[in-house]
Structures are given as C-alpha cells and as structure tokens.
C-alpha cells in the first residue's frame, strides 16, 4: 500500500477505459445560500488531461488504502486547495461500471470558500448554482449521473423518537432501566453513523447517507448524553411535542433541508407530516443495526 498505487488505466464490464486501478472519487463541495440555492464548486479539466476542457469534479484514482472520502478530500485539496474545515460530508454517491466505479462525496460547505487551481490538472475553478450546470461542456461521467446527484444534494436531518425505538427494539427487561436501553440505542446510532446509513426506499438520499441525527428522550430516559456525533435532547414533557417544535424550528431556520422522523406512532407521524417532515418506522433503522444480546 503505497501513495499513488492506484494510477493506472482500468478497463470497466462495459468496455471503457477509466483512470484509478482501485477506482476513483470526486469532492462534490454543495454550499446553500441563505435562500436555500445550491452553489456546487466545478473544475475545468486541463486540455492534456482525460476529457481535458470539459467541467466536472476535483478528484481522480484512489490509493489501495484509501475510502472514497478520504481519497476525495486528498484530490480537493491536490488540485483546488481545498481543505476539510468547513465541509460536512451528507454521503458517497457511487457510479458502478462494473469492475470499476467513481464514487462522488457531496459535502455541504459553510460557505463559498476562494478556490483556484492547485496545480497542472485544472484551469478553472468556479462556483455555479446548480440550476445553472449543463450549460458548460461537462465531462461525460459527471454529466450522466449528474442529473440524480443533484436531487441528493439537499442535506438531511433525522429525528428519533427514542422511547418508541426503544419499546419497538423490545430488549429484554427494557422497561425497567429506560435510561439504560436508551443510552444502548444512542451507542448503537452512533456506531452506525460513523459508516453510513442505507437511506429509506424513495427517499432522495445517496446509498451511503450521513445526515445528522437528533434523538428525542423523555421521562426515565432523560440525562443520556451523547460523546459522539448525534445530538440528543431531553424532553421536558410530551416527547411528541417536543419532535414536533424541533421539526418546525427546523423547517424555518433551513427549509432547504430534509426532515425524516422515526416513529411507529400515528398520531406524531401525521402531526410532523403536516410541517413537510417524512416519515418511517422503527424497523428501518433497527435493522441496520448491530445485533444487541439479551440483558
């Protein structure tokens, strides 16, 4: 495993020749202004380079030992001077050619950082709404999943109501230590954040989503608290209602971003559709969780 083993040509199932031995991954940097409109930062490919001329994405042949994130950020930062601070990563979109494939990461950028060329493979760098790409000369990959990239740019947010996960998860004895058997499914969220999410079916995610989570606790549950990377807030009453305020807070203060509340409960289910928030059923993240031993 060594810098830059992956340069090479690959040969994909679908007879074409692709630049990254183990693949490739691009930055897709997505900053929203403050009337929600997506500004997606593109590259201008030298002339000498694959598809040299056309705009697409900083990015280029993985390592042997790197994830697409971490080879996406390298390339950003290799041909735009672009570093990690100040992006969030939403998730990986994968384009699949069979034996070969691009993995882009969407990440949201607090704002429209300066970026010029870092070295020889861009000419141009330039932030464009993204309404306006396509009339620019894209590069053929980018142009072809550009158009279901785009419905996954909007950053998402999902709100657990824990004590329903918890009574739907069913662990042996749960109802006697409520505190405990959150605290168990907070550990477990957060472990599974960590490597991604598999979105709901029809929900307009990427395959490998990180949106941020927000867990909801009340009653026994109150006093978790997360060391992580989800964000848990006691109630101090009717856990519904306070799903309810944060789904209309967060509707007001970023109405671009997706809202997808887990709960079985009918009554919260229609009270957070009315506010524009999805909806889903325990189920769906349970079953992407690791197993848990009886306790």
């Known amino acids: 495993m060594a810098a830059k083993d992956g340069d090479g040509w690959a040969l994909c ?96 950028a607090e704002a429209r950082f300066p970026s010029a060329p870092a070295n020889g493979e861009s000419t141009e760098m330039r932030w464009l709404p993204a309404d306006e790409i396509g009339g620019e000369t894209l590069h053929p990959g980018f142009a072809e999943t550009w158009p279901e990239i785009k419905s996954a740019l909007p950053p998402s947010v999902v709100i657990l109501d824990a004590a329903n996960i918890v009574g739907a998860r069913a662990e042996h004895g749960w109802w006697r230590d409520r505190a405990g058997a959150a605290k168990r499914l907070l550990e477990d969220v957060e472990d599974l954040a960590k490597h991604g999410l598999r979105p709901p079916e029809g929900f307009p995610a990427p395959a490998k989503w990180f949106p941020r989570i927000i867990m909801i606790v009340e009653g026994a549950a109150r006093g978790v608290r997360s060391d992580g990377i989800v964000t848990v807030i ?45 909806v889903t059923g325990p189920g769906w993240l349970l079953g992407q969780l690791r197993p848990r031993g009886r306790v």
């Open 13 to 108: 199932e679908r007879g074409h020749q692709h630049w990254g031995l183990h693949g490739s991954s691009g930055l897709l940097a997505v900053h929203f202004d403050t009337g929600g409109i997506p500004h997606v930062l593109m590259q201008k490919r030298s002339w000498w380079s694959h598809h040299g001329g056309t705009w697409g994405l900083p990015g280029g042949a993985l390592d042997s030992h790197e994830d697409a994130v971490t080879g996406a950020m390298r390339e950003a930062l290799e041909e735009a001077a672009l570093k990690g601070d100040g992006l969030r990563v939403l998730g990986v979109y994968t384009d699949d050619h069979g034996g070969w494939s691009f993995q882009t990461v969407i990440a949201e």
């Open 234 to 278: 006691d109630s101090p009453g009717s856990g519904d209602d306070t799903i309810v305020d944060t789904v209309r807070e967060i509707r007001q203060t970023r109405p671009w971003e997706r809202v997808l509340v887990v709960t079985a409960d009918r009554e919260l289910r229609r009270r957070v559709r009315e506010l524009g928030a999805e």
